[in-house]
């Protein structure tokens, strides 16, 4: 099984916020075979605010995050082919333009299509924006480009779901 994780979930794990932590662990007891991946926009939003991000902290956390994804985490950042991020622009593109997603939220769109693209079965975010999304409406959307939704929760989600 393939897990993607938004930009939010690297940030948080260089804070040491223990719902993240928790639910990463989870997953990793419960899915045997699982692999954790940070698709492009991920890694190249991480990147962007380990030098640009006005806060020092949030800088700070965006470079431990890119030190840590692979080492520490064991998180793997991945790439898609040039034609992949063509067909994920134009997904993305799509999502935005239907409302799922506000037209400002181009890289949640990319994340969320891309997450998609790869086949991962549950995108992992604490995005309000993505959280909100519409499941059934995304589902036939992607159907059109021959691609699932990956189901969209929260690591305290997957805590709850499966530590009862």
């Known amino acids: 099984m393939l897990i993607a994780v938004d930009t939010n979930v690297p940030l948080d ?26 698709p492009p926009t991920v890694n190249l939003e991480l990147a962007y605010l380990s030098e640009f991000a006005d806060e020092e902290t949030v800088k700070a956390n965006a470079q431990m995050a890119l030190r840590s994804l692979s080492s520490k985490w064991k998180l793997q950042p991945v790439n898609l082919v040039p034609v ?39 995108l992992l975010t604490c995005d309000a924006h993505l959280r909100g999304v519409d499941f059934q409406r995304l589902e036939l959307l992607l159907q059109d480009s021959h691609v699932t939704a990956p189901i969209i929760a929260t690591p305290r989600e997957i805590v709850k779901k499966f530590c009862r």
């Open 13 to 38: 794990l260089a804070e040491g916020v223990e719902d993240v932590l928790d639910g990463l662990a989870v997953i990793r007891q419960r899915i045997k075979g699982v692999r954790i991946v940070t």
């Open 84 to 122: 992949g991020h063509g067909i994920v622009s134009a997904i993305g593109s799509k999502i935005r333009a239907n409302g799922l997603l506000p037209d400002e939220e181009e890289h949640d769109a990319m994340i969320l299509a891309e997450s998609a693209l790869l086949g991962c079965s549950i």
